[in-house]
């Protein structure tokens, strides 16, 4: 279940709620009883592979850094 992250324009506290997407634009109180409260835009990290294999659009094994690893760094 999808966790959404709140900020109480009231007193600036900032909470999560873990709820069913269908009710994600509900609107809900901070827990100190405020119901002036904005829910935040919150971004996610996804990365790394499957089955341990490299991630489809990441750099070659092997190499990296600023030339792709021919000058060894």
């Given amino acids: 279940m999808p966790r959404y992250e709140y900020r109480c ?3 600036g506290d900032t ?3 873990q709820r069913p997407m269908r009710e994600a634009n509900v609107k809900t109180a901070c827990p100190a009883g405020h119901d002036d409260t904005v829910k935040l835009l919150s971004t996610i990290a996804v990365g790394g592979a499957s089955a341990g294999g490299p991630a489809s659009g990441s750099a070659p094994v092997g190499g990296g850094g600023c ?6 760094c």
């Fill in 67 to 72: 030339c792709g690893g021919a000058c060894g």
């Fill in 9 to 11: 324009r009231a007193c």
């Fill in 15 to 17: 909470f999560e709620v």
